[in-house]
């Protein structure tokens, strides 16, 4: 073989190791996802713990992870908990981050979005799909709650299991209300 036919399969040898070795260090990179739902598993990661603002709705959101796939974006909130559930609050806090992320990026962000629970000593995280509140029942929401904090309308009722209450943030006022949330 001639030198510049050995040079070329060296270069070709070289060009080779580096693509190798290039793909290797992205798969390691990567984390493991596979617990991703099956209609999002193959999607890019678009955004990851990103602070995103709506001026025009007030509203504020911080989102665990995005993903762009079939052309519009799907929101993953990742929880750890000592069990296996997707609360009412999961779905507003996504509900919440479709509205900013969408008005913010102007991408379409799907009505359905995942909570993934990985249990206390558990390995991978489990998927739960939850189905999102539209802009109206979410101004709703903030609606009220601004009403609340302002004294007006019906006051709440504390939540029916003691349980709930644990990490709640109006736990002092249910206490000094109700006498039973200590």
Request: with cysteine; proline share 3%.
């Amino acid at each position: 073989m001639s030198d510049a036919g050995a040079g070329a399969l060296l270069l070709l040898a070289l060009l080779l190791f580096a693509a190798a070795y290039s793909w290797l260090r992205s798969q390691r990179d990567r984390p493991d996802e596979g617990w991703l739902p099956r209609e999002i598993a193959d999607g890019e990661l678009a955004f990851a713990e990103k602070r995103f603002e709506s001026k025009r709705l007030g509203l504020v959101a911080r989102l665990d992870r995005a993903y762009r796939q079939g052309g519009e974006l799907h929101l993953v909130e990742l929880k750890t908990r000592g069990y296996f559930a997707a609360h009412a609050s999961d779905a507003i806090e996504l509900s919440v981050q479709r509205l900013v992320l969408q008005e913010e990026t102007g991408e379409r962000v799907s009505s359905v979005a995942y909570v993934a629970v990985k249990q206390h000593g558990q390995g991978q995280p489990r998927a739960i799909r939850v189905d999102l509140f539209d802009e109206d029942e979410v101004m709703a929401m903030r609606r009220r709650l601004l009403e609340l904090r302002r004294g007006q309308g019906h006051a709440p009722t504390p939540a029916m299991r003691r349980k709930a209450c644990d990490k709640c943030g109006h736990r002092a006022v249910c206490q000094s209300t109700f006498g039973d949330r200590q």
